[in-house]
């Protein structure tokens, strides 16, 4: 039954996408989680005080956290979906990554609480009763955490959610943990060494390990990440295939949710061409791109003279200048202001995050190489730095 249900929200969410269906994911999710977390800590709970035995007892007591990380999941979900106000004017989706990182948190807590409690139990053994009720208890157990870390996977890769992916590795990682359990307890019966507390220590530091790499995770989009190439190339694909725009610069991309995109991007177009006509084409691009994409585009437009063949020539020679210094720097807002003792060539120069020279170092090196080309020309240099470009080279103007 759950099954269907997840299929037909799949079908739903493939066909439209939108952010209500996107939170009724997450809702279900959450649900699911809390009650078959509850189902197992009532089991475990029960098996743990009737045999005696400390570590189903601690299993039961980490599932009653697990179904606690998926009422933060589910709150998370809820507020997420609150549409923008006064004060939240790009809404609440970022609520989302908030809760992955609560879930993080409680990930990394219960770790060193298992790794306290092993360490405590390997200073003080206490053999538990064996019984093999205990033994179909913590295999049905393994079962249905593995049924959870697939479910949380398939939705969460679905509708790409951080918060759900985190609680997928959180159910990888329970179901190491009862294995572990489990071993330890039929090793403990076979041999009479009580293995538990060991096999705590190895689940708990593989816990805290991914607890860790976890919160950097949901940190990153909440700090603000770069897109990924795919996105920004087919932005720019897009947008160069509306007549009369000639290149584009200056793309920025904020993300406050997984269907909450806005973008700001340069667009060059000729200056002789008619204000009337440019700005159709722009107000054309920015419609679309909220239509087709789900992004809020906004476009300054940038004219440029095409018609000067001299200040083109010269444009043409600075770039293969410039190509030499380093083929990832790339020149945009190209103009001239020709003079009768010296002409200024002014212009932006666009270098990556990891580029090994400062701004005055670079803004010096483009100057000496102009003056090489002609002493009377002066630079005006504006240095902007850009951490994600197009894969295709004739893009980047």
Not at 168 to 186: C, H, K, P, Q
Request: proline fraction near 3%.
């Amino acid at each position: 039954m759950t099954n269907i249900l997840v299929r037909k929200l799949i079908k739903n969410y493939e066909n439209t996408g939108n952010s209500r269906v996107r939170e009724n994911y997450g809702k279900l999710a959450s649900i699911m989680g809390i009650a078959s977390n509850l189902l197992l800590f009532f089991i475990k709970i029960t098996i743990g005080l009737v045999f005696n035995s400390i570590s189903i007892t601690a299993d039961a007591v980490n599932n009653l956290s697990d179904s606690g990380s998926s009422l933060v999941t589910l709150l998370g979900f809820k507020l997420s979906g609150k549409p923008a106000d006064a004060d939240h004017p790009f809404g609440h989706q970022r609520m989302e990554y908030i809760s992955g990182l609560v879930v993080s948190f409680i990930i990394l807590f219960l770790g060193l609480q298992l790794i306290e409690s092993s360490f405590d139990k390997i200073l003080h053994p206490e053999l538990p009763q064996f019984s093999m009720i205990t033994v179909v208890v913590l295999i049905i157990a393994i079962l249905i955490k593995l049924w959870q870390c697939l479910f949380y996977r398939k939705i969460g890769k679905t509708i790409n959610s951080l918060t759900l992916m985190a609680t997928a590795i959180d159910s990888r990682n329970d179901i190491l943990a009862t294995s572990a359990v489990l071993v330890a307890t039929i090793i403990t019966y076979l041999t009479g060494f009580d293995l538990d507390g060991y096999m705590g220590v190895v689940v708990a530091i593989f816990i805290i390990i991914s607890g860790i790499n976890l919160v950097r995770e949901t940190i990153s989009p909440l700090l603000g990440t770069a897109p990924s190439n795919e996105l920004v190339d087919q932005i720019y694909e897009k947008i160069r295939s509306y007549e009369h725009i000639i290149g584009l610069h200056d793309l920025m991309i904020h993300s406050y949710g997984e269907t909450q995109t806005y973008a700001s991007v340069h667009c060059e177009v000729p200056a002789e061409l008619d204000c009337l006509i440019s700005h159709s084409v722009i107000d054309q691009i920015e419609r679309d791109f909220l239509k087709d994409l789900n992004i809020h585009l906004i476009i300054h437009l940038d004219p440029v003279i095409t018609n000067d063949e001299k200040t083109t020539a010269l444009k043409e020679q600075l770039e293969q200048t410039i190509a030499g210094l380093s083929p990832e720097i790339h020149i945009h807002d190209f103009r001239v202001v020709w003079g009768y003792n010296h002409s200024n060539l002014i212009f932006d120069v666009v270098v990556p995050y990891d580029a090994p020279w400062s701004d005055e170092e670079l803004s010096m090196m483009i100057a000496n190489e102009i003056y090489k080309i002609n002493p009377t020309y002066h630079a005006v240099i504006t240095v902007d730095y850009n951490h994600y470009v197009p894969n295709q080279d004739e893009f980047c103007v």
